[in-house]
Structures are given as structure tokens and as C-alpha cells.
């Protein structure tokens, strides 16, 4: 069978994440982005633990509720401040990775994200000893990320490299500018939301399609690793512009440099304030290939911009965040199911029938690729436009929401 998965997202318990990201609204709101699999995060906590174990049980390792499937997952941050994604096979694999980390973190049932003092080498083994799945998180963001503090996957993960079998490509990157890095042709590409809200402009605003014989822990774990048939067939995310740190720019006034200009000025700006690199930089220094180069099994890569985001531009709100988007955001779901299907596959006459003549226009001109983007860089969003007869409609992607600034990457 064919899911969709978002396997990073942050609970309540995290530092700057909304309220409502209890596991409730969670598996609720998952079914209408067309996301059948979800990852936990902050699976250390023992707080989320709680709401994890009032799902319902499918096996060790899968919960259920409201029909979305979740398998136990969380983020943590290395002595380096590299950020690894961790998946577990059950809950004791869990509570022993807890015993073995403990005296090694001072915060580790405060923030859902927690910092231990160890290496990625010393996480990565006790990860294998649990038999657990880890990677590196949003591997080339210019902080907290692997790329941002080491020059490879054997300096951040050592003698366990060999263990580690995906990378979560982040928010900046796709699978084109990944695949120029030779040491991560062997890899999994994970792509997910990193969300801390559950509104549709976050939540599964990146996500994995695996093909897997059941939407359990232990099928997702097979895709992973590509065996007995079980793979990733698609990534699914943002145009990589659009990340905040696509490009080397300003971390205050937000002026793009070229990497050359940005070394030649020593990393200051010219209103004083210090330049930071963007992923694309950082990826065509390590780059290996000049063109892209993928290895036999990478799935496609599809872009995708929030249809929440292409509403609010058509009828010309300010932002997604209100009630006249939320309402014909939801006009649209309730009347074809799901946000994937509105994006990508229903006809577009049907969608007509269904909502305002601007949003079937913008749907249409994001369909055709009629946009221009805008990159984003140094912690700002880019901007996109859509074409459509001779307007321009230009979609802000954020960030918005003021509870999602900081670590939203
Ligand atoms: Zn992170
Ligand atoms: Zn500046």
C-alpha cells in the first residue's frame, strides 16, 4: 500500500510550539493534509509519552487514533548542536535509550527536543543498541545541522556511518541539491514538516510517500532501508527557495551575498550585522558533482506550496492564518477529502464547482508551474508569485505565526 508520512514534527512539549499540538488535533488534522503516518517527536518526554500511550496499540512500535498511525520518534541535539532524528522500535527501547542518556542531559523531560552531552558517535551507538533508526535532522540548515559543524557523515557520526541509513533533507534542500554530495548517494531521503503547529501551512508542509505492505514501525523501518519490497517512491516539499536559508544573506537586514561576496566581507554586512551561509552555498562547497548525479533508487521529487498559502493570496489576505482562508480551506478538504488531492489530483472543473473562480485560477497556475520564487536567505522565507493572465499574485510563506519562528526551519 501507498502512505504518506511526516516523521519530524514537535509536540506541545517542545520549546516554541503551539498548544495545540496535543496528539488529538494531531490525528486529526494529519487525515486532511492526506498524511497517513505521523511521527511522534519528543518521544523521551514523559509527558507526550502519556498521550501516546492513551492511543490505541497496533503493535510494540505503532499507535493509532482517529485512523492516523504513529510510530515513536524524537529529535535531540548532540554536544555539537548537530540535530539527529532517532526511531524507535517500541516504548522499552525508548524508556533503555532514556536510562543510557539520562545522566548526560539536563533537560530531558523540560524540552521535548532535548540537548545531550554526547558525541553523534556515542548517541548513534546507543541508538544501535536499541535497535533503533537514526539520521541526521534537517542535515544542511547553517545551524544545529550536520553539514553546518561537520565536513561528513564519518566526522559527526564516526565509526557508526555505517549505521546510519537516511537524511532528513530540510526545509532549504531537495533531492537535486542533496544528490551532488556523493557520501549521501547510499542514503534514504527523508523529507518531512519539522512542524510546531498543527495548521495545514505547517503540518506535512513535507512529507515521504513510502510504498509498504502495512503502515506499521516495522514496514516504515523497511522503506527506510529499502528491503522486502518496502521503499520511498516520493519526496514531497516546499521549492527549496523558499527556505529560510536558501541563500547566504543578512541574519538582520536580510541582503543576499554570493558566497565570494560574503567571504570577501568577512561575513559582515554592510549594515554591520553578520552574514549567514545558505544551504545552497553549503552544498556546492561539499558537492562532489557539478550536475546532479542520483543514484538508481531515488524516488522523484515533487514540489509542493500549501494550498492554505495559495488561498490566501487568491482572495487576498494578508496571511493563511485567517478565517476567510480557514474557511475555504475547508470548503475544499470537506468537498474532496484531503489537501493532496485538491493540489495534485482532482480535475480541475470539479474544483471549480467547488470554490471561489480566484482559487480554482491560482490551483490551476501552481499546477502549471506559473511561478516565480523569490529565494529566501540569513532566517527569512522566500516569496513565490503565481502568474495568472497578466496579475501577479505574490504568496509570503511566513513566517506568520509567531509561535513558530524561531526553530522552524
Ligand atoms: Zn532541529
Ligand atoms: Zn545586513
Known amino acids: 500500500m501507498i502512505v504518506n508520512a511526516d516523521l519530524h514534527i514537535h509536540s506541545r512539549f517542545s520549546a516554541a510550539t503551539s498548544e495545540k499540538m496535543n496528539i488529538r488535533t494531531i490525528s486529526l488534522e494529519a487525515p486532511r493534509k492526506g498524511i497517513h503516518v505521523v511521527g511522534t517527536g519528543d518521544c523521551l518526554h514523559s509527558g507526550w509519552m502519556e498521550e501516546i500511550r492513551n492511543c490505541n496499540t497496533i503493535d510494540e512500535g505503532t499507535y493509532e487514533l482517529n485512523g492516523t498511525h504513529f510510530i515513536l520518534s524524537t ?14 522500535p517500541c516504548m522499552s527501547a525508548v524508556e533503555d535509550f532514556k ?16 540537548n545531550i552531552a554526547l558525541s553523534g558517535e556515542e548517541i548513534a551507538s546507543i541508538a544501535k543498541d536499541v535497535d533503533a533508526l537514526i539520521g541526521p535532522a534537517h542535515a544542511f540548515t547553517p545551524w544545529t545541522a550536520m553539514y553546518a559543524y561537520c565536513n561528513s557523515l564519518n566526522h559527526c557520526y564516526g565509526d557508526l556511518s555505517d549505521y546510519i541509513s537516511f537524511i532528513e533533507l530540510g526545509l532549504s534542500a531537495d533531492s537535486d541539491f542533496a544528490d551532488k554530495i556523493q557520501e549521501l548517494h547510499r542514503l ?23 510504498e509498504v505492505k502495512e503502515p506499521t514501525y516495522n514496514n516504515i523501518k523497511k522503506a527506510i532501508l529499502r528491503v522486502d519490497g518496502n521503499k520511498p517512491l516520493l519526496n514531497v516539499g516546499l521549492p527549496p527557495q523558499e527556505g529560510k536559508y536558501h541563500e547566504t544573506a543578512c541574519r538582520s537586514c536580510y541582503t543576499h551575498y554570493t558566497l565570494e561576496e560574503a567571504q570577501r566581507r568577512r561575513w559582515k554586512c554592510s549594515c554591520g550585522k553578520r552574514i549567514k551561509k545558505g544551504v545552497k552555498d553549503r552544498i556546492n562547497e561539499k558537492a562532489n558533482f557539478s550536475e546532479t548525479k542520483h543514484p538508481e533508487h531515488r524516488p522523484p521529487y515533487i514540489h509542493l506550496i500549501p494550498l492554505a498559502e495559495i488561498i490566501t493570496k487568491a482572495v487576498g489576505q494578508q496571511n493563511p492564518f485567517t478565517q476567510t482562508v480557514t474557511k475555504r480551506w475547508n470548503e475544499l478538504i470537506s468537498a474532496f477529502g484531503n489537501e493532496i488531492n485538491v493540489l495534485l489530483d482532482v480535475a480541475i472543473e470539479d474544483i471549480s464547482r467547488a ?17 516565480i520564487i523569490h529565494p529566501g536567505g540569513g532566517g527569512q522565507y522566500g516569496t513565490i508569485e503565481l502568474l495568472k493572465e497578466g496579475e501577479v499574485l505574490t504568496v509570503f510563506l511566513g513566517p506568520t505565526d509567531k509561535q513558530t519562528s524561531l526553530l522552524d526551519y
Open 188 to 210: 534514504t531521503f527523508l523529507t518531512n514538516s519539522d512542524c510546531h503547529s498543527p495548521h495545514p501551512v505547517r503540518l506535512a508542509r513535507e512529507f515521504t510517500r513510502f
Open 355 to 371: 470554490t471561489a473562480p480566484a482559487i480554482t485560477e491560482a490551483i490551476q497556475a501552481f499546477r502549471e508551474n506559473k511561478i
Open 75 to 88: 529529535e535531540l541535539e548532540d554536544q555539537r548542536r548537530v540535530h539527529h532524528l532517532i526511531y524507535f
Open 99 to 114: 536510562d543510557r542518556i539520562k545522566h548526560k542531559s539536563k533537560n530531558l523531560d523540560k524540552d521535548g527536543r532535548p
